[in-house]
């Protein structure tokens, strides 16, 4: 993976997201929402609901909340309709950007994830213009410090288990995997004893987009601003932010 920690530049959103427990709460439970609606309400027969309620605990949401996310979704009285939709479009120093929501108004939606944009040096592009520079990935992170594995090891048992490729940086071992493996691939490495930093099906960029400046500042600006959508509930961006690292 180039030598490049993907993982550092999603932890890092997420970490600035956790900061804000009672949104991200909020999010959690309408993913929750929607995969029961869609898969059912038992977590063991709908893999995507269980997949959110991992996220959801990882977040330290707590269980009450997660039980009425599903109790709202499977009972007969709710009639609430999410959609997904999904955005794309350019940041300041041309950093692409895709934005996934889920929302009961697209009017509402869309009028205030192009604002967000516009106001800070970005712009809207049309479906597909910066898609093509993400690939959908699982993605396993473990923890170094939680786990005494030889690197080698690990990999092994990663490339054995279905993985595609792993890469390890000073805090974490980064297991990627193709989308429809994800689950077969958790699931083995669970039994070896491993447990997870985070767990995901993601879109990683193929290249990254370094900025400086103000243009550093405005694209993070306009992360935040989507961030405190209440329809966002992901963000894709190739901006390089190792550069924050040093800051």
């Known amino acids: 993976m180039a030598g490049h920690s993907k993982w550092k530049n999603i932890q890092r959103r997420k970490n600035a997201q956790d900061a804000k427990r009672g949104k991200l709460f909020m999010k959690l439970a309408k993913e929750i929402y929607v995969a029961a609606k869609n898969g059912g309400g038992d977590p063991a027969a709908n893999p ?78 049309e479906t597909g213009c910066v898609s093509y520079l993400f690939e959908r990935k699982g993605l396993l992170v473990i923890d170094r410090g939680e786990h005494d594995v030889d690197e080698d090891e690990l990999l092994l048992l990663a490339i054995e288990a279905g993985a595609e490729e792993m890469e390890t940086t000073d805090e974490s071992f980064e297991v990627y995997t193709a989308p429809e493996s994800f689950e077969a691939v958790k699931e083995q490495l669970e039994q070896q004893g ?14 990254y987009t370094a900025l400086s400046g103000d243009e550093l500042k405005k694209m993070l600006k306009l992360i935040d601003t989507l961030e405190d959508d209440d329809d966002v509930q992901d963000i894709y961006h190739n901006l390089d932010e190792s550069v924050l690292d040093e800051a």
């Open 194 to 207: 491993f447990t997870f930093a985070s767990a995901e099906i993601t879109m990683i960029p193929q290249t």
């Open 48 to 125: 995507s609901l269980r997949l959110v309620i991992e996220k959801a605990k990882a977040a330290n949401m707590p269980s009450e909340n997660i039980e009425r996310a599903i109790k709202k979704a499977t009972g007969n009285q709710e009639h609430t309709h999410y959609e997904e939709i999904r955005y794309e479009g350019y940041g300041p120093g041309g950093v692409a950007v895709m934005v996934v929501c889920l929302t009961d108004n697209k009017n509402r939606t869309a009028a205030n994830v192009r604002a967000a944009f516009s106001k800070n040096g970005g712009n809207l592009g």
